[in-house]
């Protein structure tokens, strides 16, 4: 009787290789099929990526680039609305907001009838178009907190 040390005892000849009769796979056969696969999936997303761009470019609408939209009475009681229900303001910034960057726009897009209020992307456009002549197709309506 010997001890009994708790580490698995070393497979003879009878062990789960012989039965198999398969190798394991080395290292490199391991990287090798990896990279395939990795190369394979890196593809595949590119190729959906890239299909997707194109459908939506061609599903949406050339929009003008002008920033000059008909205002109908809905709308501006919508732009109204939507200015007093998020706290807004047109002209110079209230006191507290001074030296604080707006956290929201009221503003209507180019091509769009009516108004969004948009977040930090679109507060970002606003102040290109206002401040640096930069036309992104906005008709700034006012800035939020």
Known sequence: ???DS???RSQGPTGPRATTGRRAPDLRHVLRRHLVVMTVSCAMFA???AAMSLHSSASSPVREQSSEVADTAGNADLVQR???RFDCWSGSAPADMAG???GHVIATRAGDVAPVRGGAAMVSQ???QAFDG???G???HAFCR
Request: aromatic residues 12%; hydrophobic residues 45%; without cysteine.
């Open 6 to 8: 708790g580490q698995p």
């Open 1 to 3: 009787m010997g001890i």
């Open 100 to 102: 604080q960057f707006p």
């Open 126 to 128: 606003a102040f290109e």
């Open 82 to 84: 939507l200015v007093q």
């Open 138 to 140: 906005l008709r700034i």
């Open 47 to 49: 190729l959906g990526y």
């Open 134 to 136: 930069i036309d992104h």
